[in-house]
């Protein structure tokens, strides 16, 4: 099976995000910045009709992922999404962001572990993240995806529902929480393309 432009497209999309929401990393940001973005753009400008992401936040992240800025945005992560003072303005799991009292390691974190069993995968990070972790959660779309479009379409239905009806909901509370607390634009702009790009998945 021959996987579309558009498909492709998404699932850099989803790597980016990936990226950017794993932490600050000066070489694999540089790197964004310099290859990964850029072939965005171009690939945005090849498809106009499939794109539902802002084509400014993509400029936004190539002038703001640059090696001057990589000690700000260290210290902004850690605000945002670790240890902000007076408690994590947006914190980057399932579990915080389902209209109940937030937690870590709740329900969702547990269904998560289940599904990545399931499909026969591991998490293999150094730290003991809780399954139902953003970054987590998008690379498990990513590997339904990709599954799917080139090979089984039973998995890329899989990961459709995913997106649509598991990820969608919370990662909309999760921006809408991160955008509270008057975020640094790389965070900002990566989490509407989170958003908008689980919109076009779920529109497939």
Not at 70 to 81: A, D, G, H, P, Q
Not at 91 to 119: F, I, K, V, W
Not at 167 to 172: C, G, K, Q
């Amino acid at each position: 099976m021959s996987i579309s432009q558009s498909q492709l497209h998404l699932l850099k999309l989803l790597e980016l995000c990936v990226t950017i929401f794993r932490g600050p990393d000066a070489e694999e940001w540089a790197n964004l910045a310099k290859v990964g973005v850029p072939e965005l753009l171009a690939s945005v400008q090849k498809n106009p009709n499939t794109l539902l992401v802002p084509i400014q936040n993509l400029n936004q992240l190539k002038a703001d992922l640059s090696d001057e800025n990589i000690s700000l945005l260290e210290t902004e992560y850690v605000r945002l999404f670790i240890a902000g003072s007076g408690g994590i303005p947006a914190p980057l799991y399932e579990s915080c962001h389902l209209g109940t009292t937030p937690r870590t390691m709740g329900q969702s974190a547990l269904d998560m572990q289940n599904r990545l069993q399931e499909a026969g995968l591991e998490i293999s990070l150094e730290s003991n993240e809780p399954a139902d972790h953003l970054t987590i959660e998008l690379e498990f779309l990513f590997y339904l995806l990709s599954e799917g479009w080139f090979g089984e379409s039973e998995q890329a239905n899989q990961g459709v529902e995913f997106a649509e009806s598991i990820m969608l909901p919370w990662v909309r509370r999760f921006r809408d929480a991160l955008n509270k607390a008057n975020p640094h634009p790389v965070f900002a702009g990566t989490a509407d393309i989170t958003v908008t790009t689980l919109e076009a998945i779920s529109k497939i």
